[in-house]
């Protein structure tokens, strides 16, 4: 078998909300196509792929170094010792040659592209929805049957005060989500504490409150932070500091008494290791954020895995950002703790099938081959317009 053709095209997702850092006004991401020479159903398999948000598209770099490597490969290396599918680990050395170690920025998201419509197609072809084909190859062969997910929200918007803020919580109840996540960081601590005492008092007994500042603070007030919410008792705080500032973050949790989370802009097995050995992660109650798609793709994610394990880590502590289908295959297939949603935003890349509710904060995965795109409409129908 082989590649016939690969196309890409950068697709906006605009929107004028914005968190502690940046605002996403002028936010794009790369959509690909890999079309192989394999029939099914009487149509060519094509695997899709896209980077998550919070990541400018990558099309320059897919165009320029990734693409071509792959497409000047030799056939039989690209594909498995039967030749009868891809094999991702195979085409991830390929595309990754001659490039130097470190540097982990948006060449992580470009590859993570191609890794995930690499993936997408390698599950078409062998007939299993991907959180199966998982499960059978890494996994115990068993997948679980839904995924929690939590709604991630409260940006800060023009004119978006205190009420906004609590209705919008209270549609993402009414939606089937438990839990909620909040920014923070973009506004002064006086504020922000308002901000999370009106959405604690619309919260029902049994949903939770995450917080997320983006990396904003400094490690004092990262501290002053913490000391002033930890009475809260939040599900989470997320990602104080500079997410290579593994000082900061050890120091963070030497004070603050509950969990934290981060990770979601770490973009290699290296860095997530930095994090493990002198970030003070607590393995019993802390959450790790990692995004494979922003971070070389699935190939990478399976080697922090790795890592993890040996360091004492059960998977059930990883809970990807993104809020999109490749996060919910690998939630389900490797046992992670659930993944990240964002309701009505980021579409049409975030989200899940669309014939499946959130229920109690659970949702269920689509039983089509593949990572699942073709069950959610609009997404689908953006991915067929690539290449034309």
């Not at 398999?45 to 919070?54: P, R």
């Not at 050395?93 to 948006?106: L, R």
């Not at 993936?119 to 062998?126: Q, Y």
């Not at 973009?186 to 990396?215: C, F, H, T, W, Y």
Request: aromatic share 10%; hydrophobic share 35%.
């Amino acid at each position: 078998m082989k590649i016939v053709k690969i196309d890409v095209k950068t697709v906006p997702i605009s929107s004028p909300i914005r968190n502690a850092y940046i605002d996403f006004s002028k936010m794009t991401t790369s959509a690909l196509a890999i079309t192989t020479d394999v029939v099914k159903n009487g149509k060519p398999v094509v695997g899709y792929g896209f980077n998550s948000n919070g990541r400018y598209a990558p099309t320059c770099l897919l165009e320029e170094r990734f693409i071509p490597r792959l497409l000047e490969a030799d056939p039989k290396d690209i594909v498995t010792a039967d030749g009868g599918n891809l094999d991702p680990h195979k085409i991830h050395k390929i595309i990754m040659s001659n490039e130097k170690p470190g540097g982990h920025g948006e060449r992580a998201v470009a590859v993570g592209v191609i890794d995930m419509a690499v993936w997408d197609a390698v599950a078409k072809i062998e007939e299993k929805p991907l959180y199966q084909l998982l499960a059978d190859r890494y996994g115990t062969g068993k997948t679980d049957d839904k995924v929690y997910i939590y709604a991630a929200g409260g940006y800060y918007f023009p004119d978006k005060g205190l009420t906004e803020l609590q209705d919008e919580m209270k549609g993402y109840l009414d939606l089937g989500y438990r839990d909620v996540k909040m920014k923070v960081g973009g506004a002064s601590l006086n504020e922000d504490l308002q901000r999370i005492e009106a959405v604690l008092d619309i919260l029902p007994k049994g949903s939770g409150l995450m917080v997320d500042a983006n990396g904003r603070f400094d490690l004092d007030y990262a501290i002053e932070f913490g000391e002033k919410v930890k009475d809260y008792e939040l599900i989470w705080y997320e990602e104080a500091g500079d997410p290579l500032d593994y000082h900061l973050q050890a120091e963070l949790s030497k004070r603050y008494p509950h969990a934290l989370a981060t990770g979601e802009n770490l973009f290699s097995l290296q860095d997530a290791t930095n994090l493990i050995r002198y970030g003070g992660m607590d393995p019993e109650k802390d959450f790790l954020q990692f995004d494979c798609a922003l971070s070389y793709g699935l190939v990478e994610y399976l080697r922090i895995l790795d890592m993890l394990k040996e360091h004492g880590w059960s998977s059930r502590r990883c809970i990807p950002h993104g809020g999109h289908q490749l996060s919910l295959n690998i939630a389900a297939g490797l046992e992670l703790h659930g993944n990240e949603s964002y309701p009505g935003v980021f579409e049409p890349f975030g989200g899940f099938a669309d014939r499946y509710a959130v229920e109690a904060g659970y949702v269920r995965l689509p039983e089509v081959p593949g990572i699942g795109f073709e069950e959610k409409a609009n997404l689908y129908e953006l991915l067929l317009t690539i290449g034309k």
